[in-house]
């Protein structure tokens, strides 16, 4: 089994900075693409952003430029830094991972249980 753990949530003023964390434990051989998704109330679940294993990243159109993602592989770790942060960011996010396991070395998809942010005007 794998888990994806996420941390780093919480309320901010719009403007303000944020950072998330994820990381992923279990039967892990290896990792390949990390990714943040978001859902608003009331809305689809839509991708922030996503980093490939070797570092090649993209981002949703509406955060280019105020969010960063990067990775940590030896820690099996993706971060999100949020800047700027407007209130319609306001969702609940969620990391994603496709994971290869030990057991079968097959690549399975992986969500974490979600973190509030909440940015207010």
């Known amino acids: 089994q794998v888990q994806l753990v996420e941390s780093g949530g919480g309320l901010v003023q719009a403007g303000g900075s944020l950072s998330l964390s994820c990381a992923a434990s279990?039967?892990?051989?290896?990792?390949?693409?990390m990714g943040w998704y978001r859902q608003a109330p009331g809305k689809q679940r839509e991708l922030v952003a996503a980093i490939t294993a070797g570092g090649s990243s993209n981002y949703a159109d509406s955060v280019k430029g105020r969010f960063t993602i990067s990775r940590d592989n030896a820690k099996n770790t993706v971060y999100l830094q949020m800047n700027s942060l407007k209130p319609e960011d306001t969702a609940v996010y969620y990391c994603?991972?496709?994971?290869?396991?030990?057991?079968?070395?097959?690549?399975?998809?992986?969500w974490g249980q979600g973190t509030q942010v909440t940015v207010s005007s």
């Open positions: 994603n991972a496709g994971v290869v396991v030990v057991t079968t070395l097959l690549v399975y998809n992986y």
């Open positions: 279990g039967s892990i051989f290896s990792i390949n693409a």
